[in-house]
T-cell receptor
Framework: GDSVTQMEGPVTLSEEAFLTINCTYT??????LFWYVQYPGEGLQLLLK?????DKGSNKGFEATYRKETTSFHLEKGSVQVSDSAVYFC????????????FGTGTLLAVQP | EPEVTQTPSHQVTQMGQEVILHCVPI?????FYWYRQILGQKVEFLVS????????KSEIFDDQFSVERPDGSNFTLKIRSTKLEDSAMYFC?????????????FGNGTRLTVT
């Protein structure tokens, strides 16, 4: 079945460092791809999405590009802040189905001042 | 911005007891979901619900689980006889449309602890 694999955490960075969180997927069809973020004590919030190959999703300085050739959707940010500390989840929604999401395991990001 | 609201935020129950988790989806949304996250594990799909019936459910969603939309605004998850392994964070979500690009909006979750 379809699945999402993302890099294990925790990822610890200093403020203003460059962030990459890797995400790859396996899908039989043509999924939509998402990044969700979970701040401490809160629910899952949609960060960005991409629905077709070469689409770039972006929000709050974060970006991810849908790469069909490498089945990847890596999350990047040029300069992280302490307030970006959270758990980041990569997810896909299968082609032709409901918008049921399949999640990766989540990556904890800790940004130190 | 409209939110999905879940209550309670934390529920403690004894093994074998029934528990009902409550959710109020965003008012103009038509599709509703329950997910769960066991500590340290993936967020897992449980069930989706549309037009007063289950549209899809996972293997986890066995006969111990049920969902209901009792009054047009609430969306509940019932576990009839809780087990220790039901301890998890349960997330409710809703979406406006069913297509794969329509994002899900999640609540803050209910942490269920079964003792």
């Amino acid at each position: 079945g379809d699945s999402v694999t993302q890099m294990e955490g925790p990822v610890t960075l200093s403020e203003e460092a460059f962030l990459t969180i890797n995400c790859t997927y396996t899908a039989t069809g043509y999924p939509s791809l998402f990044w969700y973020v979970q701040y401490p004590g809160e629910g899952l919030q949609l960060l960005l999405k991409a629905t077709k190959a070469d689409d770039k999703g972006s929000n709050k300085g974060f970006e991810a590009t849908y790469r069909k050739e490498t089945t990847s959707f890596h999350l990047e940010k040029g300069s992280v802040q302490v307030s970006d500390s959270a758990v980041y989840f990569c997810a896909l929604s299968e082609w032709g189905a409901t918008n049921k999401l399949i999640f990766g395991t989540g990556t904890l990001l800790a940004v130190q001042p | 911005e409209p939110e999905v609201t879940q209550t309670p935020s934390h529920q403690v129950t004894q093994m074998g007891q029934e528990v009902i988790l409550h959710c109020v989806p965003i008012s103009n949304h038509l599709y509703f979901y329950w997910y769960r996250q066991i500590l340290g594990q993936k967020v897992e799909f449980l069930v989706s619900f549309y037009n007063n019936e289950i549209s899809e459910k996972s293997e986890i969603f066995d006969d111990q689980f049920s969902v209901e939309r009792p009054d047009g605004s609430n969306f509940t998850l019932k576990i009839r006889s809780t087990k220790l392994e039901d301890s998890a964070m349960y997330f409710c979500a809703s979406s406006e449309w069913r297509d794969r690009a329509s994002p899900l909006h999640f609540g803050n979750g209910t942490r269920l602890t079964v003792t």
